[in-house]
C-alpha cells in the first residue's frame, strides 16, 4: 500500500492505480452483494474505506492503533455495519 501511495502522488501513475483500485472494489462489491452475504452497498463500502484505512495505518504508523485493539476493533466496525450477527 504504501508503495501504491507514493505512485499515486506521481501524477502519470494516478490514472493507472485509481483505475485498478476501483476495478478490485467494484469487484469486490459486486461479488458481496450477488453472493447474498450481509450488508448493503453502502455498509460494504464503509467497511472498505474503514479496512483500508486500518491497513495503511498499521503500515506506516504502527502503533498508533495497538495491535491487541485491532481485532476488537475490525468485530465492532463489522457489527455497526451489517449489524449483530450479520442481519439483514
Not at 495503511?56 to 455497526?80: C, F, H, K
Amino acid at each position: 500500500m504504501r508503495a501504491g501511495a507514493r505512485r499515486a502522488r506521481r501524477s502519470q501513475a494516478r490514472p493507472d492505480l485509481t483505475r485498478v483500485m476501483r476495478e478490485v472494489r467494484d469487484e469486490d462489491l459486486r461479488f458481496h452483494l450477488d453472493s447474498g452475504l450481509p450488508g448493503d452497498r453502502t455498509a460494504v463500502t464503509l467497511m472498505y474505506l474503514a479496512m483500508t484505512g486500518l491497513m495503511l495505518e498499521q503500515l506506516t504508523l504502527p502503533g498508533v492503533v495497538p495491535d491487541e485493539e485491532t481485532e476488537g476493533l475490525i468485530s465492532a466496525l463489522v457489527e455497526r455495519a451489517i449489524g449483530p450477527e450479520g442481519e439483514k
